[in-house]
């Protein structure tokens, strides 16, 4: 893991700490895969037709086992992504296409490609949302795509914010730089307590034109914005044709319908771990025979059961080992998606990633995962219970682990003295698509009273965790289109360290 290349001197030669926790960027152009906006033939430009002729194979339209035609952006070739993550200050390390999702691991931690989305999520000081602009002109130069269905920016808070650069310095900094780009159509939301641990989060609603200038630089958080409005004014007259009104319409705005699956994103950030956890992810050569990343990352996922995650026949599992200390892995899960575009999958799948910051004093582990999963009830007995997962005897290999037991096996793997857990869910599309009217008669005014919104919230219980852990926060959002259940546990007993230097969380720049 590297430091950028315009990282300020007195940052380069000081030997602080590489800043774990992840900006993650997911920029949807259609609600799923079947519902891509409807273009022309699109001709790439010159520049990437002249480079293409020098590439092996990075032009291909149909999958690495060749079962399918490829479809939106992923019909964009690997070296146009690059060029993008040239911009954020990350490389590729490898690649694992999927049947309906390519999964890129990156030097500082992962890119996601589907036909409809992309999912960019960098750690360290990468310039992730310097990446917004290319992302959403590659679409178009490629795709056709004017629109952004919509658009998620998270993160934690950070233990370095002082390290940060472009708009990454401050959350503030990072809002005003999403709302030039969205304008009204963005919202900032802090989620957990201010002065500890919390989680913040930016979205859009659905369908909104972005604001790009035609000549961006990319070198700069501060680019020059020309701000065409996403809607425009017409003068319109009246019967009698002697008054003018103004209409506010929308362009470019093509229609949408709900998505027929369910989007559900998990994500478990886990600091402070324990000593016997973090040794686990040392590149350790006093035996003189120093492995390679990818040895390194293939008997990591071995020995910690990683690759036993999810079964072994449905799992393409892509991990790295970093020289002196870290881990990366990338997994593709089925077909990749929540719902199987061939539908040769049947229950489709999804993937996961996780990534490693083992240092003492700012270690840092995450999990995320969008493949469906059940829940279970909370057992009476499991208030009692340890917070170790069930033995391998107990299991079925051959069956993908319900929600609840995923996250108790994650966290026996990293073993944090902190966590937060977050749930996005996607409300069902019945209740989306309902008359706003009828929608109200149908509606109760108590919290959680959909299925929905029962069951995420309901899935972060004081329990959860067994005896070792006491729950500190449940929060719950309703957002347009999605519900949000943000939980932070501790371990019992547990005292923040005091010589860290600064209070994760702490008002530090963050908010």
């Known amino acids: 893991m590297t430091l950028p290349s315009d990282t300020p001197q007195e940052v380069l030669t000081s030997p602080g700490p590489f800043e774990g926790p992840e900006k993650l960027l997911e920029v949807w152009f259609a609600p799923s895969f079947d519902q891509l906006p409807s273009t022309s ?3 790439p430009p010159q520049e990437y037709r002249s480079a293409a002729n020098t590439q092996d194979g990075d032009i291909s339209t149909s999958t690495s086992n060749g079962t399918a035609e490829l479809k939106g952006l992923r019909k964009i ?13 990350c490389k590729v390390l490898s690649v694992v296409e999927g049947d309906e999702i390519d999964a890129y691991l990156l030097s500082e931690s992962s890119l996601f490609v ?9 750690c ?14 590659i679409a178009k130069e490629w795709c056709g795509f004017t629109n952004v269905w919509r658009c998620f920016y998270s993160r934690k808070s950070f233990f370095f914010p002082e390290r940060q650069q472009g708009p990454h310095r401050d959350w503030s900094d990072e809002v005003r730089f999403l709302d030039t780009v969205f304008g009204t159509a963005g919202a900032a939301y802090t989620v957990g307590p201010m002065n500890r641990d919390h989680w913040l989060l930016y979205l859009t609603s659905p369908n909104t034109v972005p604001n790009l200038s035609s000549s961006s630089t ?34 470019n705005a093509p229609p949408f319908q709900p998505a027929k699956y369910q989007d559900t994103t998990l994500e478990i950030l886990m600091t402070h771990l324990a000593p016997c956890a973090r040794e686990q992810f040392f590149n350790d050569d006093t035996n003189g025979t120093l492995k390679s990343g990818l040895e390194l990352g293939q008997e990591i996922s071995s020995t910690l059961g990683i690759d036993k995650l999810f079964p072994k026949d449905e799992t393409v599992l892509d991990s790295f080992g970093f020289d002196p200390c870290g881990y990366s892995a990338n997994a593709v899960i089925g077909s990749g998606m929540p719902e199987s575009i061939s539908k040769k999958n049947g229950k489709g799948g999804g993937y996961f990633t996780i990534h490693v910051t083992p240092e003492e004093g700012w270690s840092y582990a995450s999990f995320e995962c969008n493949v469906p999963l059940p829940t279970c009830s909370p057992s009476p007995s499991s208030s009692s219970s340890s917070s170790s997962y069930p033995t391998s005897q107990n299991e079925d290999p051959t069956k993908r682990p319900e929600l609840q037991e995923l996250i108790k096996k994650v966290v026996n793997i990293f073993q944090p003295s902190r966590l937060s857990i977050t749930l996005f869910v996607s ?18 005014s108590t919290v959680g009273d959909t299925e929905t919104e029962q069951r995420a919230w309901q899935s972060f219980g004081t329990n959860l965790l067994g005896k070792d852990f006491q729950r500190k926060d449940r929060i719950g959002y309703e957002f347009d289109g999605y519900d949000l259940v943000f939980a932070c546990f501790e371990k019992k007993g547990w005292k923040e360290p005091s010589s860290s230097g600064v209070r994760i969380g702490a008002p530090n720049g963050d908010v």
């Open 427 to 444: 409300t069902p599309a019945s209740s989306s698509t309902l008359d706003p009217q009828k929608q109200d008669e149908n509606h109760n």
């Open 114 to 122: 589907a036909p409809h989305l992309v999912i960019l999520k960098t």
């Open 124 to 137: 360290g000081t990468t310039l992730n949302l310097l990446g917004l602009y290319r992302i959403i002109e």
């Open 218 to 251: 990319y070198s700069s958080p501060s680019s020059s914005l020309i701000l065409p409005s996403p809607t425009k004014s017409i003068s319109t007259s009246n019967l009698d044709g002697n008054t003018s009104i103004d209409v506010n319409v929308k362009v």
């Open 77 to 89: 070739p690997k070296y146009v992504w690059e060029e993008m993550l040239d911009i954020v200050k």
């Open 41 to 43: 033939s699109i001709t």
